[in-house]
């Protein structure tokens, strides 16, 4: 995928998109020992509350006239639920969107108030996908993936445009990755961009799909995820996500759920902000990381806030 057309999608979708800002976490360079800096990217504090709104943004405003006429329908365990209700809205486009029944009920009813018409349907991706596929077939409404389209793909990536302004001499990049709705992106421009970065993915233990497909050289599904971070549930990564992956990411680890909240509860203490298992992930990551394999200066993205505070404060007690 070539640089500029991550440039055109920001271009795209800037004017209705925060630059969200980047916090120099000292608290974690103690804990660690670390002599260098590190820092969090702050995508919790993005429209809606996670990264989603770039890709949800990149995809609605590439449609055609047409297309946004018959409206759009995905699936999503909920941060790319708000985030392309949101954009919806905000464009006109009408958006149906499909979640599962364990799916958190703040973000179901987030996004409804942002304007979408939910349908609760089955606990699992597969059963969500064939509830996709049957509204498309009935209602002519155009099919979207919260990570496996490339134009989703390129306005996620600004994220990676927007780290190159703010911090031209990032050394190691430590991102969430599940189905790879965030990763790809920002690691291809990273790489185009400032090839000696160390591109570093984290993944819940319970939900090891790209971390099985690191180790084999090949995408690989797996059957179940049973994890903390319901935004880290996809059970096999995308088509289009696994070969910008497979080119770019240096190295794949795994933290438990466990580890997601000592992270959750360490950035709460120090900050105030009550990031979602998911968002921490990339935290949980660093910890667990010897010190040795950091170079530089170093960034973990935070990519989502959307938790309820009494489910926070349960899982950090």
Not at 92 to 106: D, F, R, W
Request: glycine share 10%; net charge negative.
């Amino acid at each position: 995928m070539d640089i500029n057309q991550f440039i055109e999608a920001r271009q795209l979708i800037q004017p209705y998109c925060e630059i969200t800002p980047l916090y120099r976490a000292e608290f974690l360079e103690q804990c660690l020992g670390y002599s260098g800096r590190i820092f969090l990217k702050c995508d919790h504090q993005q429209r809606t509350g996670s990264f989603k709104l770039r890709g949800a943004l990149g995809f609605l405003l590439r449609l055609s006239d047409e297309d946004r006429k018959r409206g759009v329908v995905t699936r999503s365990s909920g941060n790319f639920a708000q985030a392309i209700a949101y954009a919806g809205t905000l464009l006109g486009i009408s958006i149906k969107i499909v979640m599962a029944e364990t799916s958190s009920p703040l973000k179901v009813q987030r996004t409804r108030d942002y304007g979408a018409e939910v349908i609760i349907w089955g606990t699992d991706t597969a059963q969500g996908d064939e509830k996709v596929a049957e509204i498309c077939r009935l209602e002519g409404r155009v099919k979207t993936s919260s990570f496996d389209h490339l134009d989703v793909i390129r306005g996620q990536g600004v994220v990676g445009l927007e780290l190159e302004d703010q911090l031209p001499t990032l050394g190691t990049f430590f991102c969430p990755v599940s189905g790879g709705g965030l990763l790809p992106g920002a690691a291809t421009v990273l790489k185009t961009m400032n090839p000696g970065c160390r591109i570093i993915a984290v993944e819940p233990k319970g939900g090891d799909d790209f971390y099985q497909s690191m180790q084999r050289g090949e995408r690989v599904a797996i059957s179940k995820a049973d994890t903390i971070a319901d935004g880290l549930r996809i059970l096999q990564v995308g088509v289009h996500n696994w070969l910008l992956l497979h080119q770019h990411v240096d190295d794949a680890t795994l933290v438990s759920d466990d580890e997601i909240r000592r992270a959750m509860k360490l950035i709460y203490e120090h900050t105030g902000w009550m990031i979602e298992p998911s968002g921490a992930t990339s935290v949980a990551g660093l910890l667990n990381s010897p010190l040795e394999s950091l170079q530089g200066d170093v960034v973990c993205i935070l990519s989502g806030g959307n938790i309820d505070p009494v489910v926070f404060e349960r899982e950090v007690a």
